[in-house]
């Protein structure tokens, strides 16, 4: 290029080739890391729940219920994988690259083998046309409070003392490999911190943003809220469809309800609403918005089974299995999880028991809150 070219602000065209093609690659780039952050967020969960969708009941052996069980499953296996390295390899630099590995590693398997277990039959449309036109515009105005609360969480940053430490801890693990003994304040080393160390959703959230080729502020300010704000209502759905079995109207307005609770529940810094919106990514947003309502819910199921005309409650091993799923993520969320996930089964249980006359629930109880013997257990040991 000529200095009068240059001082013009020419630019020869095989600069400028080469700048198109920059954009396209850079394009490219964009729309495969959006795909691979759809697999991970949710064809994965949905391919995992297909795996294990054998032990949940035919009634509830829905689309939703099925990534919910595969939602659980999920987190429990990068659960189990991060803790064996955080408690073997933490410091070293290749401590987040094995687990990442071998998280990689059964993530997959399961997800191609629940590829192979898929029901199409689940895919089925919901029936509509039997709604009356108020319950429709109730649902229509549920599902807009929905999609609004998922675009301000996405479009809006809300400046939070916490963001100094959870994202960072994912941020270090993805960029430096070491797993919790780095300072996210200081940068220097530090001793091991059990009391988040054993809280491992920032692995999972390294995780998918290393797996997906994002950066982890990206998946967990972003796209996170995706995931979880929409998982969270159809829990509470799932619970008011037990309440109001025969009522389908009052559904709608039930879930009207839990949304104003949640928009408007920003009364302190600590409530589970102003965590739930402004804390998504944070793991005792997840403890009170994922893991209690699901507890509710099973008992709820459990509750319902004893209202049969036979008197017989269900004590299949299902139930129980994904109380103690759900019992492994609250651990993974917070360790206030594993004593108030407790706490809340125990007074269940005492529900349940007086409803069912069976003292076979007491076994049902003491088995899925194993897992919180276990992690009591680990925080003794670290």
Not at 199 to 227: D, E, N, Q, R
Not at 306 to 333: I, P, R, Y
Request: net charge positive.
């Amino acid at each position: 290029m000529s200095f009068w070219e240059k001082l013009k602000g020419k630019v020869p065209s095989t600069a400028k080739g080469e700048c198109s093609v920059r954009r396209m690659n850079a394009s490219m780039l964009t729309i495969w890391s959006i795909v691979r952050l759809i697999i991970f967020m949710f064809i994965v969960p949905m391919c995992i729940g297909q795996l294990f969708k054998f032990f949940l009941k035919k009634e509830i052996r829905t689309l939703g219920i099925t990534f919910l069980l595969g939602f659980f499953i999920y987190s429990e296996i990068v659960q189990i994988i991060s803790i064996l390295c955080i408690m073997t390899i933490a410091s070293k630099t290749y401590a987040f690259e094995t687990c990442f590995k071998g998280c990689l590693f059964v993530v997959l398997l399961f997800a191609v083998a629940g590829c192979f277990r898929f029901d199409k039959k689940m895919l089925k449309k919901p029936d509509i046309k039997s709604l009356s036109m108020d319950t429709k515009i109730f649902y229509g105005i549920f599902f807009a409070l929905v999609a609004f609360q998922m675009v301000m969480a996405v479009i809006t940053r809300i400046f939070d003392g916490d963001n100094s430490y959870y994202v960072t801890q994912s941020v270090i693990a993805q960029k430096m490999g070491a797993m919790y003994t780095i300072d996210p304040n200081k940068g220097g080393s530090i001793m091991l911190d059990g009391r988040h160390a054993l809280a491992a959703i920032p692995m999972w959230i390294a995780f998918i943003a290393k797996a997906a080729g994002v950066h982890s502020t990206i998946v967990a300010y972003t796209v996170w809220p995706v995931l979880i704000i929409p998982l969270a209502y159809f829990i509470y759905h799932e619970i008011a469809r037990v309440l109001f079995t025969d009522k389908i109207e009052m559904r709608p307005i039930f879930m009207i309800m839990v949304n104003m609770l949640m928009i408007f529940g920003n009364v302190s810094i600590y409530t589970p609403s102003t965590f739930f919106l402004m804390r998504t990514w944070q793991w005792k947003s997840m403890l009170t918005s994922i893991a209690f309502p699901t507890i509710l819910l099973i008992f709820l199921w459990m509750l319902k089974d004893t209202g049969e005309e036979d008197k017989k409650l269900s004590q299949k091993a299902a139930f129980w299995g994904l109380l103690a799923l759900v019992n492994m993520f609250s651990g993974m969320c917070s360790e206030m999880g594993v004593v108030f996930g407790a706490g809340l089964i125990a007074l269940l249980t005492l529900v349940l028991l007086y409803s069912s006359k069976r003292l076979t629930v007491l076994l049902g109880a003491c088995c899925s809150v194993i897992p919180n013997l276990v992690y009591v257990v680990l925080y003794k040991l670290m």
